[in-house]
């Protein structure tokens, strides 16, 4: 009679203890008297604010944030589910033929974090990988709506005179869902190439002009694959045997999976990396809607941008807002908007620092300054008068100009249109790519591999750490003249061919041919002794 | 018996006379069971032959690469070697039945092999993250992106998941195992129309069940984003699982019970409580676990109604609420590797506590009535022999003290007692009758409400079925009239 009682007690006990290891942090994080608000939206800018809501959590306060896509921000926010979204962009753009209406509920876009799209790709010529691809406008524009097709297309090699390009079928790579990062792409390609980003669209079945849109249009039989989430699409490309792929993406994804990302041609003529500093360079370019009565004030107009003239100005650079509510209304309080103003002045600031690291770019002066003055409509803020040079944001110095656009490095020359390309690697893949010394007649330094004829010697492999050249190998020196060539033809990647052709028929039969000698005498020598038995 | 009795006749019956010439040739009886050498040497020489060969194959002769047309092509030359080595001494339907038995176990060993690498795999690539203590205690809401792994855990997610799991359960059992019940015991038309919405309900897609929920609740009710809209999300995904696979093994009983039950005497309602539900209480334990494992996996309906929070939170009303398989969502879809290490390492945590429930709940439903008897016939054994010593103590203690112990007890008894007893006699001649009486009356009233509520039902849908029909009828007639 007595064990169900003790068991009894015991569970009582044991639930008490859990309770009790529960409850015991958690009542302490609600010790400062900021109450948790929570958001959703962009999952571009979402590494950014995971890193900066735990960094407000010392402060007490509780930041709730679910990446969940842009749109979904968005839809959220006009419900009045969530306090705050994020987005890449505004409301009232006509994504394929949809109107996203403005909520009721006012509302406010403040700038976030800055980045530019970054374009990665797997591509390989001769067994090794290329990390120093260069592209210009023209040509992204047109990969990317299925006009070049081919890596060794004659477009592509203009853009890389340093490249044994390999004769392989371009596989694009998109978001099927509605993203951020497409959108930022396609208003660059809408702004730049609008004719040709148009045609693609009309033949997606979308109308013309196409604009911006972050469902990105695909044409079956082109050849696109689309996945969900930048993981979806990093990680497709990042497959080893998907050779051929490119991508667009987050900088921070290319660097963590370690794949290489393309340089892309600007108006002063120079192939540059979304780095931080270049995509703060080229945010310099940025103008912002400073009408206070239109209800896209502080929205970007990026035309600035797309054309910066400065060489080290990245062209795809653009940043992404957050949208705030300025009405007391839904679910959202006063007690709230101070939680939500502190985070705001946090990431305004001090939060910046922490941009470069996480593969974004820190905001410029211009975007915190209209910032901070956003945050004041936000109900219940503690109005705080920033210094802004007191603001911590690495991205300016004490006499208030932009400091990482001016201490940006300048781009190599090597990097300039029509120069022999640089070797060095991009993204997260840092080994070099040695130049096939195609056209590069003046380098000098870098054309390990390079055919010195006339002269009779070939330092193959010398200063190069990869050792994979194109052109190492023997060489043949015919004995009268002293001339010598590469015995070594250039290695050619092609692609399995899918037709059944001779070769293939020839191929099988050898393989039947092998199992049927293995196979076929036992088989019959065993056939023909039992029948033997038998009769 | 009869059996046993029996058998001895059939044998006399069957005796071979013994003048009979032995047969010239003896056939050997086709074993159907059992491990020959001969068996094991021929599937290991196939296994051994086919790699060689496909090695040859792979590298020297066809353009094939990679580890799965290598493994496919080695399948494909295991079992043609396989079966010639059956048949050089084997007849062919022996050899027919080995390639089959062959091919029935590769896919057997196929299903297993794909739960082991999900399993394995999840685990090798949380790795990193399982070893830190601080992953099981901690949450997330001092460690962000850039904080190494022994920063963070998943303690939120599990709290969460429990706690939902809970939430979901305590609505789901009552609700579905009711549900069930009606299925069967109240056989109508109503119930062959809920029957075909439980049936439509199983295949209805997770996010359906979240957006429900999101527009009904969240959106028009104004419930906040929370661990118990998540529960109701959930709840909706597994109620259709539960009520179908309790509905099952409620048919499943054996009708001769209950028809012994009830000619017992026993209302309807007794019969279920007394005769159903324990009979089917194993097979009641799985179907919860079952709706359990769909409810606990569940990512989309909990994507759209729960929120997403790094923090600690076990108030399932108010605030946004994580669970397990919501934070490896978003953990995977973090470009930082330590982000990744996490979310696999979760996804490891979530199978472990799976797992840890079903052991629970097998535990519990696995109690059949035998187990149950042998169990108490094992305890009663046990207490026989431990407590034998123990009673002739205690008796041999009785047997000192208790003379007096019995005297001082009557002396009280009797100055006490019959005060006592005459008060107790009065009470129950007051209370008592009325008692019973309304007793018994709530017995036959719940009978008698259950058969009536059930007699409603049934003639309410058999009238509006009639209806429907004479409604259909006429409008047909008139069809005809105007033809």
Not at chain 1, 115 to 134: D, E, P, Q, V, W
Request: with cysteine; glycine share 10%.
């Amino acid at each position: 009679m007595k064990h169900p009682r003790i068991r009894k007690n015991l569970v009582l006990l044991l639930v008490a203890a859990v309770a009790a290891m529960i409850v015991g942090p958690s009542s302490a994080a609600f010790a400062a008297d900021y109450v948790p608000i929570s958001g959703a939206g962009s999952s571009w800018s979402s590494n950014a604010i995971d890193q900066w809501r735990r960094n407000v959590q010392q402060y007490g306060m509780r930041v709730n944030y679910a990446s969940t896509g842009s749109s979904d921000g968005r839809n959220q926010f006009k419900a009045g589910t969530v306090d705050f979204a994020s987005s890449e962009i505004p409301y009232g753009i006509k994504d394929g033929n949809v109107v996203d209406n403005p909520p009721s509920r006012g509302y406010a876009y403040m700038p976030l974090v800055a980045g530019g799209t970054a374009f990665m790709y797997n591509l390989s010529s001769g067994g090794k990988a290329i990390t120093n691809l260069r592209l210009s406008g023209t040509v992204l524009t047109k990969i990317f709506t299925g006009v070049i097709t081919s890596w060794d297309d004659a477009a592509i090699k203009a853009d890389n005179p340093g490249l044994s390009l390999p004769k392989r079928k371009i596989v694009p790579v998109v978001r099927s869902d509605g993203s951020g990062s497409t959108a930022q792409f396609t208003t660059w390609m809408a702004n730049q190439y609008g004719s040709l980003w148009n045609a693609y669209c009309v033949k997606a079945g979308r109308s013309s002009p196409c604009g911006i849109t972050s469902n990105y249009p695909t044409v079956s039989g082109k050849g696109f694959i689309a996945q969900p989430n930048s993981q979806g699409v990093s990680g497709y490309v990042a497959q080893k045997a998907n050779v051929g792929t490119i991508t667009y993406v987050e900088y921070s994804y290319a660097l963590k999976t370690g794949y290489p990302v393309a340089k892309i041609l600007n108006k002063a003529g120079y192939y540059v990396e979304p780095t931080a500093s270049n995509v703060a360079v080229g945010l310099l370019g940025a103008k912002i809607n400073t009408d206070k009565s239109s209800s896209a004030y502080l929205t970007q107009i990026l035309t600035g941008v797309f054309n910066n003239k400065d060489p080290r100005a990245y062209p795809l650079s653009s940043y992404s807002y957050l949208i705030v509510p300025t009405k007391v209304e839904s679910n959202f309080t006063e007690a709230k908007g101070k939680t939500l103003g502190g985070f705001a002045y946090y990431f305004l600031c001090e939060g910046q620092q922490q941009a470069e690291v996480l593969g974004y770019s820190p905001l410029p002066i211009n975007l915190v300054k209209a910032g901070l003055e956003q945050v004041r409509r936000i109900p219940g803020v503690e109005g705080k008068s920033i210094d802004i040079t007191k603001c911590n944001n690495p991205t300016f110095s004490k006499d208030g100009t932009n400091t990482l656009a001016k201490k940006a490095p300048q781009p190599p020359a090597c990097d300039k249109q029509g120069a022999p390309q640089c070797t060095t690697g991009t993204g997260g893949s840092k080994s070099d790519t040695p130049s096939n010394g195609g056209g590069a007649t003046d380098e000098g330094t870098t054309d390990d591999g390079t055919i010195d004829d006339g002269s009779g010697v070939t330092d193959g492999g010398t200063g190069e750490t990869g050792g994979g050249s194109t052109t190492d190998g023997p060489v043949y020196c015919e004995a009268d003249t002293g001339v010598c060539a590469n015995v070594v033809a250039l290695p050619v990647e092609v692609e399995s061919e899918a037709s059944w052709g001779m070769q293939q028929t020839f191929m099988a039969a050898a393989v039947l041919l092998v199992i049927g000698l293995v196979v076929i005498p036992p088989v019959l020598g065993q056939f023909l002794a039992r029948r033997k038995k038998q009769s | 018996m009869a059996d046993t009795m029996l058998l001895p006749v059939v044998e006399h019956a069957t005796v071979l006379r013994e003048d009979f010439p032995p047969l010239e040739t003896k056939r050997e009886e086709r074993r159907v069971s059992g491990v020959r050498i001969s068996d094991v040497l021929s599937a290991v020489g196939a296994a051994v032959g086919s790699l060689c060969l496909t090695t040859v194959i792979v590298t020297q002769l066809a353009p094939i690469s990679g580890p799965i047309a290598f493994a496919a092509i080695a399948y494909i030359i295991f079992m043609v070697l396989y079966a010639m080595l059956v048949y050089l001494d084997e007849s062919r339907p022996v050899v027919v039945d080995r390639v089959i038995l062959v091919g029935v176990h590769t896919l057997a060993l196929t299903v297993f092999a794909t739960l082991g690498f999900v399993v394995i795999f999840s685990i090798v690539r949380g790795a990193e993250a399982l070893p830190f203590l601080n992953f099981y205690t901690e949450d997330m809401s001092l460690a962000g992106p850039l904080d190494p792994l022994s920063d963070g855990g998943v303690v939120h997610a599990i709290v969460g998941t429990l706690i939902q799991i809970t939430i979901a359960l305590a609505i789901t059992i009552p609700l579905g195992l009711t549900t069930a019940l009606f299925l069967n015991e109240v056989p109508s038309a109503f119930s062959r129309f809920v029957r075909t919405i439980v049936e439509a309900m199983t295949a209805l897609p997770s996010i359906v069940a979240g957006l429900f929920i999101y527009a009904s609740f969240i959106l028009l009710f104004g419930l906040e984003k929370s661990g118990f809209a998540a529960s109701l999300a959930i709840s909706v995904m597994m109620l259709p699982i539960m009520i179908r696979s309790a509905d099952v093994v409620l048919r499943l009983v054996p009708m001769t019970l209950k028809e012994a039950s009830i000619g017992l005497g026993a209302g309807q309602w007794q019969t279920v409580w007394r005769v159903i539900l324990p009979t089917s209480r194993s097979g009641l334990v799985t179907a919860i676990i079952l709706a359990t494992a769909r409810g606990i996996g569940e990512t989309s309906p909990v994507l759209l109604t729960s929120g997403f929070t790094a923090s600690l939170n076990v108030d399932p009303l108010h605030g946004p609420m994580v669970s397990l398989p919501l934070a490896i969502f978003q953990f995977v879809k973090s470009p930082e590797p330590t982000m990744i290490a996490r979310g696999f390492g979760t996804a490891a945590v979530l199978m472990f506590i799976v797992l840890a429930l079903f052991v629970v709940a097998r535990i519990i439903g696995g109690q059949t009535i035998e187990v149950k008897e042998r169990r108490a016939e094992g305890r009663r054994v046990f207490w026989a022999t431990v407590s034998a010593p123990a009673v002739r103590a205690t008796t041999a203690v009785v047997r000192v003290v208790g003379p007096q112990v019995t005297r001082a007890a009557t002396a009280t008894g009797r100055v006490v007692g019959p005060p006592l007893a005459r008060a107790a006699a009065a009470t129950g001649r007051v209370v008592g009758p009325p008692l019973s009486r309304a007793a018994s009356t709530v017995r036959t009233t719940g009978d008698s409400l259950f058969a009536t509520a059930a007699q409603a039902m049934r003639t309410f849908f058999s009238t509006v079925v009639t209806k429907v029909r004479a409604l259909v009828t006429r409008i047909t007639a008139k069809k005809d009239d105007s033809k």
